[in-house]
Structure formats: structure tokens, C-alpha cells
């Protein structure tokens, strides 16, 4: 029966190693050994190896008592049942083991650093664990641990000071759920000698859970940290939004970051002169820009996809015509800016090559309405209505047919953009020089039917012609 239980427990154990990243090696809770030797209380406890290790289930160490008489070398604690455990009761009780295993089990906390010196322990191991953090000093005081394997558990975040031990040379922290921060993981990347960073074996196991759900911990730490230190170089805030391995990988070297930067009401004057490289999505909403060149020419800009420029002092956009940064944006924001036109002919070409846009917001502008321009602009509007996504608000705001004010461009007819126009604009330049010269002509005629008559009359040559030698 007993051998029945622990080969039960066995398996059970090792269906939970695989679990969060699994500890693949031979689980902690198995047992090989054929039968206990042991009984003791309800023979949860019983021993192998020569007597050398003592495997416990359930709390049923604290029943066990061979009157400290046996050369114990290590305990094993499977399945504890409780939430968090007492370390130094179970070292107090066994004062020589030289190891000391927790596996399997639903704990959570650690009640107590160890207080006193278990100097003969030198290894420890607990995993398989909920164990979700440990308290600073935890092993401080063991002056002969050496290893210290803390591989899945549910630990999301430690301080370095919990992993300081006089002759801690080994820490293991794989498969658990890191939380990926700059605040509290950028001890990681501090490879000084002796630091708690250079004892840790499995440095390049380590992943992040959410939000950089799989990705390696160390290069999303030091990509985190690269843009602290960035962005502490600008007004702006910064956020990794995401990070993605290249090509599926996600080595060191091989992952992209996509970094929003947050210049929104800074009352800048221009865009800003740096951002953090790898910004992939630049806000800048509210401030009193008005030159987009900056886009063109520094380099800072050439990975920004996403540009939220609303709330500006823009008033042309035709410089960006033909650059690369507007071949390949993804989403352009100009809303609430002084736009009255813009090079309809080059967005046309721009939407039709690029695969890239999906966002265009223009409501807000004081968008002219004429003839000239509307028609081109209707056109483009209408093509490409699922990219425009403020359509409705992009308005007349100023129109020679003052019916059309602050109506939705798209809706306009033709002819109420150009044949009414047409009725009310007699004085636009090239009719006001029409009519000049159409009068110039009436004039002229006139003269020539009046000197004609009048040379008729007296026989004088007109004046200008008696000039004329
Ligand atoms: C251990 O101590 C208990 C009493 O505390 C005693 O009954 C028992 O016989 C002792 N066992 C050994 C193996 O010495
Ligand atoms: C841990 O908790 C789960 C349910 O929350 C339970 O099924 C399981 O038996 C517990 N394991 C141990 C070792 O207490
Ligand atoms: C790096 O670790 C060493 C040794 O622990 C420590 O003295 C040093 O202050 C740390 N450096 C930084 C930048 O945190
Ligand atoms: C960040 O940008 C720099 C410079 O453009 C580039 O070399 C680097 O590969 C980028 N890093 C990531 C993680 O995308
Ligand atoms: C940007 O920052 C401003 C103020 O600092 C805030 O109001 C706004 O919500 C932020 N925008 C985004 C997209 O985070």
C-alpha cells in the first residue's frame, strides 16, 4: 500500500513539473526507493539512502522523531499542505542535513528567514512551488549554503537582497513568471564581480510573463533599462509597449522593441530633437508645432510609425511629400491642426504603394473648399474611407458657397463645390482680369469707331497716329 501511495505521488509530481517552464530533470518527489524502512505516526516520513535521506509528505516532519540520533544528509518536503512554511523550525529540528528540498506544494510564503546558522546546509531547493517571493535576508545567515535552486515557482519579482549568503555561489531561477521591470529586475544586468548577478546559473532561461508574455528576461531588462536612461533625456515618457523576436527568434541580439514616446502637452515648439531609438509610436498631441521637417532629416524619427500630431499649429504638410518617412507610416494624426489643402496627389500615391497605413485622422482643419482642391480631396476621401477614420469631421471651414460650411466634405455634390461657386465668385482674380480685358477691347473698339468717325468728320489723324513719325 505504502509503495502504491508514494509511486502515486511520484507521478503526480512529476505532472506538475510540467507546469510553468518544468524542472525537466528527475522530479524532487519521486522516490525510487522500493519501500520505506520508517514508520513513523501515519508513515508519511520515512527514509533512503542508508538513512541518509528522509522524504516527508504532508507537514509530517514535525511528527517524526528518531531522537536526532541518525547521520541525516538531506530532508525532502513534498505536497506541504499549508500556505507558507517555517524553515528554520524545519533546520532546527534536523541541525546537520546538509540539504534541503521543499517540492510540490501549494505554499506561497516563507514565515521566517533562517535565524540561526545551519552551517552544515549547503544546498536548498524549492520547486514546484506557488512561492511568490522570498523576504530580504532570507539565507543571510546560513554560512555554508553554497546552492540555492528556486526554479518553478511562482516568483514574479526578487530583491538581490534575499539571494545574499556568505558562500552562495549557485542560484537557479528558471521557470518562474518574472514580471519584467525596470525597478525591480535591473539587478540583473549588474555583472560586476561578486555581484548577485553573476551567481546565477540560468540567466538565459529566464523569461518574463505578462506583459512580454515568453520573452527572455535579460534582453527585455536591458532593452527596459536603455530606455530609462533614454527617455530621462527628454520630456517625454516612455513605454516598451512590446517586444517581438526576430525572424521567431528571441536570442539576445534578435529582438525588436516597439517603444510609445509621450510628448503630448509639453508645450514644445518643434518635435523634439531626440527621442529613444526604437519609438515606434510618437505622441505629441498639444503642443505648438508647425515644421514637420524634422521628420525628414534627423534620424531619431526613422523608425516612428505611428505620429499623433493633433492639436498642432500645422499648416502644410506638402514637405513631406516624397520622403520615406511618409511611404512608410502606419498611422498620421493631424487633427485640430491649420491644414486648409494638401498634396492630394502625392497621399493618393502614397496609400496606393504603401501596405503599411491603417489610420488617418484630418477632422479639425480649417479645410478649404473651392474647386481646385475639394474635388481631388473628395475623391481621395472617398477611396479611402476605412483609412480615414474622422471622415465626417473633415469640414469646410472656409467656402466661396458659404451653404457648405462646416459640411462634411465627402458629402459634398460637385456641383455644389464648383457651379454655385461659380455663380458668387466674379471677383476671383483671373475674372477680375476677364473683365478687364474684356472692357480693354470694348474700350479699344470704341476708339477706333470714334476716330474713325471723327477723322471722317475733320480730316485730323488722331492724336497718337500725328505722333507717330
Ligand atoms: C526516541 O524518543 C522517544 C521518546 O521521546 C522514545 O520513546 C523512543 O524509543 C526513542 N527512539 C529511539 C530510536 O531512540
Ligand atoms: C494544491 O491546491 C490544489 C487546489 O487548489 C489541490 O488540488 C492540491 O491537492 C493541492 N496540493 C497540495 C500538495 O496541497
Ligand atoms: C553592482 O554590484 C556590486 C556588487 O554587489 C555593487 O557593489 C554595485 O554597487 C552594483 N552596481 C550597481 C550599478 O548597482
Ligand atoms: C533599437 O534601435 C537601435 C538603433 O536604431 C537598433 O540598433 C536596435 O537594434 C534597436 N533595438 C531593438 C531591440 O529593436
Ligand atoms: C500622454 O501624456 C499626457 C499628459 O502627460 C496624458 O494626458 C495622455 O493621456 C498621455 N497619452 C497617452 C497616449 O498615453
Given at each position: 500500500?505504502?509503495?502504491?501511495?508514494?509511486?502515486?505521488?511520484?507521478?503526480?509530481?512529476?505532472?506538475?513539473?510540467?507546469?510553468?517552464?518544468?524542472?525537466?530533470?528527475?522530479?524532487?518527489?519521486?522516490?525510487?526507493?522500493?519501500?520505506?524502512?520508517?514508520?513513523?505516526?501515519?508513515?508519511?516520513?520515512?527514509?533512503?539512502?542508508?538513512?541518509?535521506?528522509?522524504?516527508?509528505?504532508?507537514?509530517?516532519?514535525?511528527?517524526?522523531?528518531?531522537?536526532?540520533?541518525?547521520?541525516?544528509?538531506?530532508?525532502?518536503?513534498?505536497?506541504?499542505?499549508?500556505?507558507?512554511?517555517?524553515?528554520?523550525?524545519?533546520?532546527?529540528?534536523?541541525?546537520?542535513?546538509?540539504?534541503?528540498?521543499?517540492?510540490?506544494?501549494?505554499?506561497?510564503?516563507?514565515?521566517?528567514?533562517?535565524?540561526?546558522?545551519?552551517?552544515?546546509?549547503?544546498?536548498?531547493?524549492?520547486?514546484?512551488?506557488?512561492?511568490?517571493?522570498?523576504?530580504?535576508?532570507?539565507?543571510?545567515?546560513?554560512?555554508?549554503?553554497?546552492?540555492?535552486?528556486?526554479?518553478?515557482?511562482?516568483?514574479?519579482?526578487?530583491?538581490?537582497?534575499?539571494?545574499?549568503?556568505?558562500?552562495?555561489?549557485?542560484?537557479?531561477?528558471?521557470?518562474?513568471?518574472?514580471?519584467?521591470?525596470?525597478?525591480?529586475?535591473?539587478?540583473?544586468?549588474?555583472?560586476?564581480?561578486?555581484?548577485?548577478?553573476?551567481?546565477?546559473?540560468?540567466?538565459?532561461?529566464?523569461?518574463?510573463?505578462?506583459?512580454?508574455?515568453?520573452?527572455?528576461?535579460?534582453?527585455?531588462?536591458?532593452?527596459?533599462?536603455?530606455?530609462?536612461?533614454?527617455?530621462s533625456r527628454t520630456v517625454c515618457e516612455c513605454e516598451?509597449?512590446?517586444?517581438?523576436?526576430?525572424?521567431?527568434?528571441?536570442?539576445?541580439?534578435?529582438?525588436?522593441?516597439?517603444?510609445?514616446?509621450?510628448?503630448?502637452?509639453?508645450?514644445?515648439?518643434?518635435?523634439?530633437?531626440?527621442?529613444?531609438?526604437?519609438?515606434?509610436?510618437?505622441?505629441?498631441?498639444?503642443?505648438?508645432?508647425?515644421?514637420?521637417?524634422?521628420?525628414?532629416?534627423?534620424?531619431?524619427?526613422?523608425?516612428?510609425?505611428?505620429?499623433?500630431?493633433?492639436?498642432?499649429?500645422?499648416?502644410?504638410?506638402?514637405?513631406?511629400?516624397?520622403?520615406?518617412?511618409?511611404?512608410n507610416f502606419r498611422v498620421l494624426s493631424l487633427r485640430?491642426?491649420?491644414?486648409?489643402?494638401?498634396?492630394?496627389?502625392?497621399?493618393?500615391?502614397?496609400?496606393?504603394?504603401?501596405?503599411?497605413?491603417?489610420?488617418?485622422?484630418?477632422?479639425?482643419?480649417?479645410?478649404?473648399?473651392?474647386?481646385?482642391?475639394?474635388?481631388?480631396?473628395?475623391?481621395?476621401?472617398?477611396?479611402?474611407?476605412?483609412?480615414?477614420?474622422?471622415?465626417?469631421?473633415?469640414?469646410?471651414?472656409?467656402?466661396?458657397?458659404?451653404?457648405?460650411?462646416?459640411?462634411?466634405?465627402?458629402?459634398?455634390?460637385?456641383?455644389?463645390?464648383?457651379?454655385?461657386?461659380?455663380?458668387?465668385?466674379?471677383?476671383?482674380?483671373?475674372?477680375?482680369?476677364?473683365?478687364?480685358?474684356?472692357?480693354?477691347?470694348?474700350?479699344?473698339?470704341?476708339?477706333?469707331?470714334?476716330?474713325?468717325?471723327?477723322?471722317?468728320?475733320?480730316?485730323?489723324?488722331?492724336?497718337?497716329?500725328?505722333?507717330?513719325?
Open positions: 500500500m505504502r509503495i502504491l501511495t508514494v509511486a502515486v505521488i511520484g507521478i503526480l509530481c512529476c505532472e506538475y513539473a510540467g507546469g510553468y517552464g518544468g524542472v525537466k530533470e528527475s522530479h524532487p518527489c519521486t522516490v525510487h526507493h522500493p519501500r520505506g524502512r520508517e514508520i513513523v505516526g501515519e508513515d508519511e516520513c520515512f527514509l533512503t539512502d542508508g538513512d541518509q535521506h528522509l522524504w516527508c509528505f504532508g507537514d509530517s516532519y514535525r511528527l517524526w522523531s528518531h531522537n536526532g540520533s541518525i547521520d541525516l544528509r538531506t530532508v525532502t518536503i513534498c505536497n506541504w499542505l499549508h500556505p507558507s512554511i517555517d524553515l528554520q523550525d524545519i533546520v532546527s529540528k534536523f541541525p546537520k542535513i546538509r540539504k534541503l528540498i521543499i517540492a510540490n506544494s501549494n505554499l506561497t510564503t516563507l514565515s521566517k528567514s533562517f535565524s540561526s546558522d545551519a552551517k552544515h546546509l549547503e544546498k536548498i531547493h524549492i520547486t514546484g512551488t506557488r512561492l511568490q517571493g522570498l523576504p530580504r535576508d532570507t539565507f543571510k545567515h546560513l554560512s555554508g549554503l553554497k546552492i540555492l535552486d528556486i526554479r518553478s515557482n511562482a516568483l514574479t519579482e526578487i530583491d538581490p537582497a534575499a539571494l545574499v549568503a556568505p558562500r552562495l555561489q549557485h542560484i537557479l531561477l528558471a521557470g518562474n513568471p518574472w514580471k519584467c521591470e525596470d525597478k525591480t529586475m535591473t539587478w540583473i544586468l549588474n555583472m560586476t564581480h561578486g555581484s548577485v548577478a553573476r551567481k546565477i546559473g540560468d540567466r538565459d532561461k529566464l523569461h518574463c510573463a505578462h506583459p512580454y508574455e515568453g520573452r527572455p528576461l535579460v534582453p527585455v531588462v536591458e532593452i527596459i533599462a536603455t530606455l530609462r536612461e533614454e527617455c516598451l509597449v512590446y517586444v517581438v523576436g526576430r525572424l521567431g527568434k528571441q536570442t539576445q541580439r534578435n529582438l525588436i522593441a516597439f517603444v510609445s514616446t509621450n510628448c503630448s502637452h509639453r508645450g514644445l515648439r518643434e518635435m523634439p530633437e531626440f527621442i529613444p531609438a526604437n519609438t515606434t509610436t510618437l505622441w505629441v498631441d498639444g503642443n505648438q508645432i508647425t515644421d514637420l521637417s524634422p521628420l525628414l532629416t534627423n534620424p531619431v524619427y526613422g523608425q516612428v510609425l505611428d505620429l499623433y500630431l493633433d492639436n498642432n499649429g500645422i499648416a502644410s504638410i506638402n514637405q513631406l511629400e516624397g520622403s520615406v518617412w511618409f511611404d485640430g491642426n491649420k491644414l486648409t489643402d494638401l498634396p492630394t496627389y502625392a497621399f493618393e500615391n502614397v496609400l496606393l504603394k504603401s501596405g503599411n497605413a491603417v489610420s488617418l485622422y484630418l477632422g479639425d482643419n480649417p479645410w478649404t473648399c473651392d474647386c481646385l482642391f475639394t474635388p481631388g480631396f473628395q475623391d481621395l476621401l472617398r477611396r479611402y474611407t476605412k483609412l480615414v477614420k474622422d471622415i465626417n469631421e473633415i469640414r469646410c471651414h472656409s467656402a466661396k458657397n458659404f451653404e457648405n460650411l462646416d459640411k462634411p466634405i465627402r458629402d459634398l455634390t460637385r456641383t455644389e463645390i464648383c457651379i454655385s461657386e461659380s455663380e458668387t465668385t466674379w471677383l476671383y482674380p483671373l475674372d477680375v482680369l476677364n473683365v478687364f480685358l474684356a472692357s480693354m477691347i470694348i474700350f479699344i473698339l470704341g476708339k477706333l469707331v470714334y476716330d474713325y468717325w471723327s477723322f471722317k468728320r475733320t480730316g485730323k489723324l488722331p492724336w497718337l497716329v500725328a505722333k507717330i513719325p
